[in-house]
């Protein structure tokens, strides 16, 4: 009995840590990721659509890459913000990078 509780204890002061260090004010990045975006609350636009919660890149440009904002696609689904080689199409494979703008 005296393991259980000690192990529930244990289980939820490290899902609360995780919480706190993987979940920033709520953002979801680091503050050195944070330092070249912008929080955009979630909202309702002019049509009535309802648009999360999002980061905007607001940084310099970066060579070979783009940032492409947040957007509806032909379905109607959001797709988040990201980044992808310049000159590449759409439909093709986004790049994952690690944001270190330790600059």
Known sequence: ???RLR???VLSVVLGLCVCFFI???YGKS???RQY???VQPHVDSSGRYI???WNYIGPPKPGIEWV??????KGEWVVGRWKPVGQKEDKQVVEIEED???
């Open 24 to 26: 920033p004010n709520g």
């Open 101 to 103: 703008f330790g600059e």
């Open 7 to 9: 192990f529930i204890l």
């Open 1 to 3: 009995m005296l393991a």
């Open 69 to 74: 904002p947040g957007h509806f696609d032909r």
């Open 37 to 39: 975006f912008k929080w």
């Open 31 to 33: 503050r050195k990721s």
């Open 52 to 54: 999360p919660g999002h």
